[in-house]
Nanobody, 123 residues
Framework: QVQLVESGGGSVQAGGSLRLSCAYT?????MGWFRQAPGKEREGVAV???????SIADSVQGRFTISRDNAKNTLYLQMNSLKPEDTAMYYC????????????????????WGQGTQVTVSS
């Protein structure tokens, strides 16, 4: 069983930075960060395969970076130049299958999810 635990969230002012971490018990092919704001659909922020291939949402391109350290069993999301619209609950997720690694959960299902970590960006 894969367990995921996020950390690193918090409240920051616009323009600030945060680094989210996701500790996992077992490495999987595809891992990603998703976020959901109140009243909005959950959206894929960034995903990464075990080989290091990434896909990052246009809305965070140039500001967010996803990475993983398999030796430390940790997934990261470096968030810079944060904007108020980045405010959301951020979730770490893992997909077991070795084919497909999409930010769209309608395309690729993710098997395991963390409890989420809140990110709040004030103006």
């Amino acid at each position: 069983q894969v367990q995921l635990v996020e950390s690193g969230g918090g409240s920051v002012q616009a323009g600030g930075s945060l680094r989210l971490s996701c500790a996992y018990t077992m490495s999987t092919w595809c891992m990603g960060w998703f976020r959901q704001a109140p009243g909005k659909e959950r959206e894929g922020v960034a995903v990464i395969t075990m080989d290091g291939d990434t896909s990052i949402a246009d809305s965070v391109q140039g500001r967010f970076t996803i990475s993983r350290d398999n030796a430390k069993n940790t997934l990261y999301l470096q968030m810079n130049s944060l904007k108020p619209e980045d405010t959301a609950m951020y979730y770490c997720a893992a997909r077991v299958r070795s084919s497909g690694c999409s930010r769209d959960i309608r395309e690729n299902a993710y098997n395991y999810w963390g409890q989420g970590t809140q990110v709040t960006v004030s103006s």
